[in-house]
């Protein structure tokens, strides 16, 4: 390794680097909360640490101010606090001046003096209630639980204001998705990302500068970076975490087998009109899950959908729960997502939005789960008649569906509506595979798919898309869409 390790300089004199300098200048002059993002290896922790330790014993102190650092687990916010110590050098050992605390579960340090501590502490929401903190460094807030990042958030923030000039820095690696809480800290005007774009070429030197501002102060880093470079050019699994973590893209850090490539999707979304007769596919959810519609129509590729959720618990709710924040209560302000009263999806409901919206489909498709009750719901609605299409979600038929769905997408045949609902379906599908090559869409954790996930919008859409287009050029008109026999005659 070049020069000296990291290790050798743990517990010395900080220098601080151009990129520190700038980020500290930038935190003094502005108020309110900051973020901070960057590639992994570039000091940011240490820089977090030395923060806190000034906060408890330096240029930062203030009496009786609390300070808290704040990581995915427990384990990763300590290795902040044991830095933190080592900047304080051997003056904590002092028990007339130090309180220490550093075991398996709790990491405190009170100068007692002046009544300022420091605290080290996991992401878990139900932890966080009863601080008081002048300041709160949330590291890589990326990676902390989905599900309770949200609520982690809230209860930081509701701690915030206890102090004069309170507020909350965060620091970490981009987010793979734009409604994370860290991505909308990152997209104000005082943030500060180092980042490189996602056409700069992954293994060049001036691609990993704009993601590493720490890189010609570090010569280990750039070691590291052309050791991880030559495995990522073998390995896309490498790649995806190369990207990720070392260029700071934003993507994903690891390679998961999703419906549709999120490039193939943003450059279909368009605006097209809803001539002639449409194709419409149901996905019905149970219990507290969402149904779906999806509304396709043949003749000029316009790609819609609605969806429904009960009422008990609210839209806000289910955000928090399932980790997506206030992404269900703006797909409702967009009327992309309608209510019924309940915990249940109301299919009523369902139909009436998507009547109300497209009015009377050319056919309908829908797996085989609740077929019954599907037809049970059109019929007391009197819904017009339609030809009536059943799918399987195995293998068979489901592989065949996910071909259509991708062929009719990739050769033009399919511009989705700007919908909230269905980018967020469509970035929460993902696939299984078999041993011959057949790919069907994963339920529940299968494929790497989040079990709160609500794909539900992008399972409608396969099923009108690939009923089409396996029927494509059979008939002129989608309203003779092709029914097969055994189905007609069950209609």
């Given at each position: 390794?070049?020069?000296?390790?990291?290790?050798?300089?743990?517990?010395?004199h900080?220098e601080?680097i151009g990129?520190e300098?700038r980020?500290l200048?930038r935190?003094?002059r502005?108020d309110?909360?900051l973020?901070?993002?960057?590639?992994?290896?570039n000091?940011?922790?240490?820089l977090?640490a030395a923060?806190g330790?000034?906060?408890?014993?330096?240029?930062?102190?203030?009496?009786?101010?609390e300070?808290?650092l704040?990581?995915?687990s427990?384990?990763q916010?300590?290795?902040?606090f044991r830095?933190?110590?080592?900047y304080l050098?051997p003056q904590?050992?002092?028990?007339?001046?130090?309180?220490?605390?550093?075991?398996t579960g709790?990491?405190?340090?009170e100068?007692?003096?002046t009544?300022?501590?420091?605290?080290?502490?996991?992401?878990d929401?139900?932890r966080?209630?009863?601080?008081?903190?002048?300041?709160?460094?949330?590291d890589e807030?990326?990676q902390?639980?989905?599900?309770?990042?949200?609520?982690a958030?809230?209860?930081?923030r509701t701690?915030?204001?206890?102090?004069p000039g309170?507020?909350?820095i965060a620091?970490?690696?981009r987010p793979?998705?734009?409604?994370?809480?860290?991505?909308?800290?990152l997209?104000?005007?005082?943030a500060v990302?180092?980042?490189?774009?996602?056409d700069?070429p992954?293994?060049q030197r001036?691609?990993?500068?704009?993601?590493n501002?720490?890189?010609?102060?570090f010569?280990?880093?750039?070691?590291r970076?052309?050791?991880?470079?030559?495995?990522a050019?073998?390995d896309?699994?490498?790649?995806?975490?190369?990207?990720?973590?070392?260029l700071?893209q934003g993507?994903?850090?690891?390679?998961?087998?999703?419906?549709l490539?999120a490039?193939?999707?943003?450059?279909?979304v368009?605006e097209a009109?809803?001539a002639g007769r449409?194709?419409l596919?149901?996905?019905?959810?149970?219990?507290e899950a969402?149904?779906?519609?999806a509304?396709?129509?043949?003749?000029t590729?316009?790609?819609?959908a609605v969806a429904c959720f009960?009422?008990d618990?609210s839209?806000r709710n289910?955000?928090?729960a399932?980790?997506v924040?206030r992404l269900y209560?703006?797909?409702?302000?967009?009327?992309?997502?309608?209510?019924?009263?309940?915990?249940v999806?109301?299919?009523r409901t369902?139909?009436?939005?998507?009547?109300?919206?497209w009015?009377a489909?050319?056919?309908?498709?829908c797996d085989?789960?609740r077929?019954?009750e599907?037809r049970?719901?059109?019929a007391?609605l009197?819904f017009?008649?339609?030809?009536l299409v059943v799918?399987g979600?195995?293998?068979k038929?489901?592989a065949e569906?996910v071909?259509?769905?991708?062929r009719?997408?990739l050769?033009?045949?399919v511009t989705p509506c700007e919908?909230l609902?269905?980018?967020a379906?469509?970035?929460e599908a993902r696939?299984?595979?078999?041993?011959?090559?057949n790919?069907?869409?994963?339920?529940?954790?299968?494929?790497g798919r989040?079990?709160a996930a609500?794909?539900?919008?992008?399972?409608?859409?396969?099923l009108a898309?690939a009923l089409?287009?396996?029927?494509r050029?059979?008939?002129?008109?989608?309203?003779r869409?092709?029914?097969?026999d055994s189905?007609a005659a069950r209609m």
């Amino acid at each position: 390794m070049t020069g000296r390790a990291l290790c050798d300089y743990v517990g010395q004199h900080l220098e601080l680097i151009g990129w520190e300098r700038r980020f500290l200048y930038r935190l003094a002059r502005t108020d309110g909360d900051l973020a901070l993002s960057l590639a992994r290896g570039n000091g940011k922790s240490a820089l977090c640490a030395a923060i806190g330790a000034a906060v408890l014993d330096g240029p930062l102190r203030v009496e009786g101010a609390e300070v808290i650092l704040v990581a995915s687990s427990f384990a990763q916010a300590g290795i902040m606090f044991r830095d933190a110590l080592a900047y304080l050098g051997p003056q904590v050992g002092d028990r007339a001046k130090w309180r220490k605390r550093d075991t398996t579960g709790v990491a405190e340090l009170e100068y007692l003096p002046t009544r300022t501590r420091l605290k080290a502490i996991g992401s878990d929401p139900r932890r966080m209630h009863g601080l008081r903190p002048l300041l709160v460094l949330a590291d890589e807030p990326a990676q902390w639980p989905p599900t309770t990042s949200e609520r982690a958030l809230a209860a930081l923030r509701t701690g915030l204001g206890k102090f004069p000039g309170s507020r909350l820095i965060a620091l970490g690696t981009r987010p793979e998705t734009e409604d994370h809480w860290f991505a909308r800290m990152l997209a104000e005007p005082d943030a500060v990302t180092f980042a490189a774009r996602p056409d700069d070429p992954p293994f060049q030197r001036r691609t990993w500068r704009r993601a590493n501002p720490s890189l010609d102060a570090f010569p280990w880093l750039e070691d590291r970076l052309r050791i991880e470079a030559k495995e990522a050019k073998r390995d896309p699994v490498a790649l995806a975490a190369f990207c990720a973590l070392r260029l700071n893209q934003g993507v994903a850090d690891t390679v998961e087998s999703v419906l549709l490539e999120a490039g193939v999707w943003r450059a279909a979304v368009g605006e097209a009109g809803a001539a002639g007769r449409y194709v419409l596919g149901v996905d019905l959810g149970t219990t507290e899950a969402m149904s779906a519609a999806a509304g396709y129509w043949p003749d000029t590729g316009r790609l819609d959908a609605v969806a429904c959720f009960g009422d008990d618990p609210s839209l806000r709710n289910r955000g928090l729960a399932a980790g997506v924040g206030r992404l269900y209560v703006d797909m409702a302000a967009r009327e992309e997502l309608v209510t019924s009263p309940g915990r249940v999806s109301d299919l009523r409901t369902l139909l009436g939005a998507v009547w109300d919206r497209w009015g009377a489909p050319a056919a309908i498709v829908c797996d085989r789960w609740r077929e019954g009750e599907l037809r049970d719901a059109l019929a007391a609605l009197r819904f017009p008649r339609a030809a009536l299409v059943v799918r399987g979600m195995g293998y068979k038929d489901g592989a065949e569906d996910v071909r259509g769905f991708r062929r009719a997408m990739l050769t033009g045949h399919v511009t989705p509506c700007e919908s909230l609902l269905l980018t967020a379906a469509m970035s929460e599908a993902r696939v299984v595979t078999d041993p011959a090559g057949n790919a069907k869409l994963a339920k529940r954790t299968e494929g790497g798919r989040r079990r709160a996930a609500r794909d539900d919008a992008a399972a409608a859409a396969i099923l009108a898309v690939a009923l089409a287009w396996r029927n494509r050029g059979r008939e002129a008109a989608p309203a003779r869409v092709h029914v097969p026999d055994s189905v007609a005659a069950r209609m």
